[in-house]
């Protein structure tokens, strides 16, 4: 069975602070790894990992992928108040039709 | 340009009323997919769907039917509504496989069953 953890569940920094965000993974035939912000509603995407040590970045936000040790992280630095949600990684097994999500890390971003 | 569009964005039911939950898009994709979440559980595949006329199940099928008879438009049937379905439902598309491109999540629908 496919599995996704994230860590830390949650997290309260204050702005300007940098933070990672972490998400381990066990796939078989694993593809590639997402991220998603979640903010109210809607999960947006953020990225999309497919190689290990490639990392990608926009703006404060980036990320990257160790396809040896099966993990992702997520980095934002100089952290803003909108920066606060739910953050969720999946990851794409080899058949390319099914994502399995860990359980979000929540942060939140004080003034 | 609407993107993904769910309705209702809220729904009460009963223990064993059924009920539908639409979901269409408007960007041609292909893949669509029903996902419910629940607190602590990230999101958990329902059933899915990469084309018209096809459909499969996901992680979380029980008690769930979807048909997929237009590209646009791919419903969620709850066939008899119970407490443990009580849960946040998102639907989503991808232009082709959900590893292959980004999903676009619709606004989701809040489900609480009595």
């Known amino acids: 069975e496919d599995k996704v953890v994230q860590s830390p569940l949650s997290l309260v920094v204050h702005e300007g602070d940098t933070v990672t965000l972490n998400c381990s993974y066990e796939?078989?035939?694993?593809?590639?790894l997402l991220w998603y912000k979640q903010e109210k509603k809607a999960p947006t995407f953020l990225f999309m990992l497919t190689s290990s040590g490639i990392e990608k970045k926009s703006g404060r936000l980036s990320s990257i992928l160790d396809k040896k040790e099966l993990f992702s992280i997520l980095n934002i630095t100089a952290t803003q108040t909108g920066d606060s949600a739910i953050y969720l990684c999946?990851?794409?097994?080899?058949?390319?039709?099914?994502?399995?999500f860990g359980g979000g890390t929540r942060l939140m971003v004080k003034p | 340009n609407a993107g993904v569009t769910q309705t209702p964005k809220f729904q009460v039911l009963k223990t064993g009323q059924s009920m539908t939950l639409q979901c269409a898009q408007d960007?041609?994709?292909?893949?669509m997919s029903w996902y419910r979440q629940d607190p602590g559980m990230g999101l958990r595949l329902i059933h899915y769907?990469?084309?018209?006329?096809?459909?499969d199940q996901g992680e979380v099928p029980n008690g769930y039917n979807v048909s997929r008879s237009t590209t646009e438009d791919f419903p969620l049937r709850l066939l008899s509504a119970a407490p443990s379905q009580t849960s946040v439902y998102f639907c989503a598309s991808s232009k082709t496989g959900a590893g292959v491109g980004k999903l676009f999540f619709g606004s989701g629908t809040q489900l609480s069953v009595l």
């Open positions: 796939v078989t035939n694993f593809r590639s």
């Open positions: 960007m041609n994709h292909e893949y």
């Open positions: 999946a990851a794409n097994n080899n058949a390319g039709n099914m994502l399995t």
């Open positions: 769907s990469v084309g018209a006329g096809i459909t």
